[in-house]
């Protein structure tokens, strides 16, 4: 049960300047449907940007969605155990509560296993959405320069590439830049 929760959960990378001149990056990204994807397309990303700024410094983190999907989705998790184990059992939670058993509760009696997994299912397709944030955003240096949630889509390489390019020209030292006499 653990490792599907740990299914839905996300890389962020992060950046921030540190006195040394080191810049970090930060790219967190939402785990889900599209998990080997955008594993891939992070890893294809940082290994062009060692390659091509040696100077960066990129960290991984989870991407978490709001608190209250979480808590949907713990609640999700531990109801569809409770579930599960009432219909393995054959115990009527509704005679309890002097109720008449609705026909689903009588065929998931007749039917333990396709009730079981029927339950686990659709309870574990509820919790990804739940869990999915579809997020991909890249900080520099605590800056946020790319957010997918905004966008609706990944950068390109060349798109990180000229952010990145642009940063870089922007934090240039002052006395580093050439003297111009007018």
């Known amino acids: ?4 929760m740990m299914t839905f959960l996300s890389l962020y990378c992060a950046a921030s300047d540190d006195n040394s001149g080191i810049k970090k990056m930060k790219m ?5 449907p599209l998990l080997k994807f955008q594993i891939w397309v992070f890893e294809e990303y940082m290994q062009v940007l060692y390659q091509r700024y040696p100077d960066i410094r990129i960290e991984g983190e989870n991407y978490l969605p709001l608190p ?3 808590h949907v989705a713990s609640f999700l998790s531990m109801f569809k155990l409770a579930l599960i184990g009432l219909i393995i059992i054959g115990k009527d939670p509704f005679a309890l509560c002097g109720m008449q058993a609705p026909g689903i509760w009588v065929w998931g009696q007749e039917n333990k296993i396709y009730a079981c997994m029927m339950v686990f299912f659709f309870s574990n397709m509820i919790e990804n959405q739940c869990m999915s944030t579809g997020a991909f955003e890249i900080t520099l ?3 946020p320069v790319w957010s997918k949630l905004e966008s609706g889509h990944l950068p390109s390489m060349q798109q990180l590439v ?17 003297h111009h006499r007018s």
């Open 1 to 4: 049960m653990r490792s599907l």
């Open 28 to 32: 967190q990204f939402a785990t889900g």
């Open 68 to 70: 209250l999907y979480r």
């Open 141 to 143: 240096n605590d800056v």
């Open 162 to 178: 000229q952010i990145l390019e642009n940063e870089m020209k922007m934090n240039v030292p002052m006395d580093t830049l050439p």
